[in-house]
Each structure stands twice: as C-alpha cells, then as structure tokens.
C-alpha cells in the first residue's frame, strides 16, 4: 500500500532527474568546445613533430603545429560559443 509520502518521493526524485537531464543538455556544446581545443592542439602539435622527425628540423615544426592547433581550436571554440 502506497501513502502520500512515497508520490512526493517519487515527484521530487523525478523533477531532480529532469532538473539534471536538461542540464546535461544544455552544457553539451561547451564540453564539446573543450574537446575540441584538446583535440585540435594534440593533432597540430603530433603532425608537428611527425614532420620534424621525418626532415630533423625540431623543434620548429612542433612549435608551428601547436600554434596552429592553438588558433584551429580557438576559432572553433569561438564558433561553438558565439553559435547562440
């Protein structure tokens, strides 16, 4: 047998989950953005050093890498941001 304490259990139990559920939601765009940064300074700055082993130039290509991984993912987290 159910009592009127376990329906205001179960409505504030689930108003939390909604409460949460479109929270994750709407953060989704900027925990994109922050991967997208990672993501972009990690492959400038691999392809960077790929090529400075490939021609012994290091650490020249390295540091042009990881510029152009910096501003790739500033740009794109400037376009993730600004979207709205």
């Not at 009127?4 to 479109?22: H, S, V």
């Not at 709407?26 to 790929?50: C, F, N, T």
Request: hydrophobic share 50%; net charge positive.
């Amino acid at each position: 047998m159910r009592d009127k304490r376990d329906d205001d259990r179960g409505t504030e139990f689930g108003g939390g989950l909604r409460f949460l559920q479109e929270n994750l939601r709407k953060s989704g765009p900027a925990v994109m953005a922050g991967y997208m940064l990672i993501a972009a300074i990690l492959l400038g700055g691999g392809i960077g050093y790929l090529v400075d082993r490939w021609l012994d130039t290091a650490p020249w290509f390295l540091v042009g890498g990881l510029l152009f991984g910096v501003a790739a993912g500033f740009v794109e987290l400037a376009r993730i941001v600004w979207r709205r």
